[in-house]
T-cell receptor, first 111, second 112 residues
Framework: SQTIHQWPATLVQPVGSPLSLECTVEGTSNPNLYWYRQAAGRGLQLLFYSVGIGQISSEVPQNLSASRPQDRQFILSSKKLLLSDSGFYLC??????????FGDGTRLSIL | EDKVVQSPLSLVVHEGDTVTLNCSYEVTNFRSLLWYKQEKKAPTFLFMLTSSGIEKKSGRLSSILDKKELSSILNITATQTGDSAIYLCAALLGGSQGNLIFGKGTKLSVKP
């Protein structure tokens, strides 16, 4: 069966520091991968998606970037965090036409 | 602009009550409508609805899609405290990307 791992679960970072969140999927090949941010009281906002290695599409302009160095690995990064980057970040995977399945999320607090 | 709207945004009921959560969508390349339940962490998948008028059931939960009205409902009968969660509705777009457009969610609180 397929599983998705996302870490760390919580992270506290100072403003201006770099960020790297990692997500890996097991049990499937060539999945679509997604990064979302969920702010309090709001739905999930799609940040990036990838349909293959090295293929990244950005949905909103922002201070973050994503990379997919391997088929089942998706990384969310920032060179310098802003206060507005605080939130709950979720990684998800799917195959076309099927539901997305989510990792447990990373709660990011910027001080 | 594609959008999904859920109502109500929050709801408080007592155990044993029946609740109906609403979702409407306006998307240009609609494929399916999905429901998720989110407790503390990851949203967990409940239903995917593609055809209009066909009810899907799982225990005390059921859902149906109305493509003429561009809407869906999620029913929960005989609610329990374990049903307390945020229920998210999302429109799955056509195409190989499989992108979802989410509503803001309905926060359901079930009191004992």
């Amino acid at each position: 069966s397929q599983t998705i791992h996302q870490w760390p679960a919580t992270l506290v970072q100072p403003v201006g520091s770099p960020l790297s969140l990692e997500c890996t999927v097991e049990g499937t090949s060539n999945p679509n991968l997604y990064w979302y941010r969920q702010a309090a009281g709001r739905g999930l906002q799609l940040l990036f998606y990838s349909v293959g290695i090295g293929q990244i599409s950005s949905e909103v302009p922002q201070n973050l970037s994503a990379s997919r160095p391997q088929d089942r690995q998706f990384i969310l990064s920032s060179k310098k965090l802003l206060l507005s980057d605080s939130g709950f970040y979720l990684c998800a995977w799917s195959v076309p036409g099927q539901p997305q399945h989510f990792g447990d999320g990373t709660r990011l607090s910027i001080l | 602009e594609d959008k999904v709207v859920q109502s109500p945004l929050s709801l408080v009921v007592h155990e044993g009550d029946t609740v109906t959560l609403n979702c409407s969508y306006e998307v240009t390349n609609f494929r399916s409508l999905l429901w998720y339940k989110q407790e503390k962490k990851a949203p967990t998948f409940l239903f995917m609805l593609t055809s209009s008028g066909i009810e899907k059931k799982s225990g005390r939960l059921s859902s149906i899609l109305d493509k003429k009205e561009l809407s869906s409902i999620l029913n929960i009968t005989a609610t329990q405290t374990g049903d307390s969660a945020i229920y998210l509705c999302a429109a799955l777009l056509g195409g190989s990307q499989g992108n979802l457009i989410f509503g803001k969610g309905t926060k359901l609180s079930v009191k004992p």
